[in-house]
């Protein structure tokens, strides 16, 4: 959720003409993840939680692989960008650790 939040704020300084691109892209991407996490976990089988926390961690690459683009093509403060990827990483280490304590 925080990363999420985290998104917004960093859109918010995009400019307007990027409102149906990046922007959508990055926060589409970033409310996919809690809300695959959730979607998931109130699921009634552990195979279909670890679906879900698969299209998770491929939102959670997506969103990274926006956000490099967002700072080559100089969008937004670079330093919201760099609390963005950090949080992201941490989210992603988290999704591996959920998704190996499944798989156990």
Do not use: C, W
């Amino acid at each position: 959720m925080q990363l999420t939040v985290v998104i917004y704020g960093l859109t918010k300084a995009f400019p307007r003409d990027e409102l149906y691109g990046l922007t959508s892209q990055i926060r589409r991407a970033a409310v996919s993840l809690p809300s695959n996490i959730a979607e998931g976990h109130g699921r009634l089988g552990t195979s279909e939680y670890r679906q879900f926390l698969g299209i998770a961690r491929a939102s959670n690459f997506e969103l990274q692989t926006q956000l490099e683009l967002a700072r080559r093509l100089e969008l937004g403060d670079s330093k919201v960008i760099n609390e963005a990827e950090g949080l992201s990483h941490e989210v992603g280490k988290m999704l591996y650790a959920i998704l190996d304590s499944i798989k156990r």
